[in-house]
């Protein structure tokens, strides 16, 4: 078979970018174990020899599409780190911790689409249990929401604002990230909360799990105190 002839890396960039659009759209409506090359050809409109001259197998093209979601909900990550890291606001509280925190929860269901990431994160994790290759992606996005909030957290028991009683930073950060995965799981099942309830939810765990620094505050946690430990 004769080579393609070259085209210009911009178009090269926008067909495999859009094989992969089409590829998520069929994970998201079908699940990727219903995923054929021929479905995601049709739907941009091109021969499945070209899908398959970019992406080389409906496996390798699989990986691609979930790779590429990772990447983009680890920049929609870091992107609302650095806002959040800025004062957006008058006086200190606008860019306090807690004001960081709070925000991030705020934010967390405009990380791309929530309906559409949720149902890909499940299917992410799932099919990273027999194909050992995706591992790397539910790894890395775990590690984007751990760093956000262990750095606001680490940030608050620095300055005060946090005091961390009965779990460890750890475990907070941990907590919240259960919380999410859960929202996401209702959300694949139809019965999430609107986005507001979502933020409240998590916003009134962080309040109840860090306490601000002053002795009136701590008098209100029961149990013992743990050492600051991340």
Same mark, same amino acid.
């Given at each position: 078979?004769?080579?393609?002839?070259?085209?210009?890396?911009?178009?090269?960039?926008?067909?495999?970018?859009?094989?992969?659009?089409?590829?998520?759209?069929?994970?998201?409506?079908?699940?990727?174990?219903?995923?054929?090359?021929?479905?995601?050809?049709?739907?941009?409109?091109?021969?499945?020899?070209?899908?398959?001259?970019?992406?080389?197998?409906?496996?390798?093209?699989?990986?691609?599409?979930?790779?590429?979601?990772?990447?983009?909900?680890?920049?929609?990550?870091?992107?609302?780190?650095?806002?959040?890291?800025?004062?957006?606001?008058?006086?200190?509280?606008?860019?306090?911790?807690?004001?960081?925190?709070?925000?991030?929860?705020?934010?967390?269901?405009?990380?791309?689409?929530? !309906?559409?990431?949720?149902?890909?994160?499940?299917?992410?994790?799932?099919?990273?249990?027999?194909?050992?290759? @995706?591992?790397?992606?539910?790894?890395?996005?775990?590690? !984007?929401?751990?760093?956000?909030?262990?750095?606001?957290?680490?940030?608050?028991?620095?300055?005060?604002?946090?005091? @961390?009683?009965? @779990?460890?930073?750890?475990?907070?950060?941990?907590?919240?990230?259960?919380?999410?995965?859960?929202?996401?799981?209702?959300?694949?099942?139809?019965?999430?909360?609107?986005?507001?309830?979502?933020?409240?939810?998590?916003?009134?765990?962080?309040? !109840? @799990?860090?306490?601000? !620094?002053?002795?009136?505050?701590?008098?209100?946690?029961?149990?013992?105190?743990?050492?600051?430990?991340?």
């Amino acid at each position: 078979m004769s080579p393609r002839p070259a085209q210009p890396a911009a178009e090269t960039e926008a067909k495999k970018a859009a094989i992969i659009q089409a590829t998520l759209d069929q994970i998201v409506d079908r699940g990727p174990t219903a995923v054929r090359m021929a479905d995601v050809a049709k739907a941009v409109g091109m021969s499945v020899g070209t899908v398959q001259y970019y992406f080389g197998s409906r496996d390798a093209l699989l990986a691609a599409a979930f790779s590429a979601h990772s990447d983009a909900v680890l920049k929609d990550i870091a992107d609302m780190a650095n806002h959040n890291g800025k004062n957006t606001g008058e006086g200190a509280e606008a860019s306090s911790p807690r004001s960081r925190l709070h925000a991030a929860f705020t934010a967390v269901h405009e990380v791309g689409n929530h !309906g559409q990431r949720s149902r890909i994160w499940i299917e992410l994790v799932t099919a990273a249990r027999t194909h050992t290759s @995706l591992q790397d992606c539910v790894d890395s996005v775990f590690e !984007g929401w751990r760093s956000l909030f262990s750095r606001i957290i680490g940030d608050g028991i620095r300055t005060g604002d946090f005091t @961390l009683y009965g @779990l460890t930073a750890t475990e907070v950060v941990d907590t919240f990230i259960a919380i999410i995965d859960g929202f996401d799981l209702a959300a694949v099942a139809g019965q999430g909360p609107e986005p507001t309830t979502m933020a409240r939810i998590l916003g009134a765990t962080a309040d !109840g @799990l860090l306490s601000g !620094g002053s002795p009136g505050a701590a008098a209100t946690h029961s149990g013992p105190h743990n050492p600051v430990r991340s």
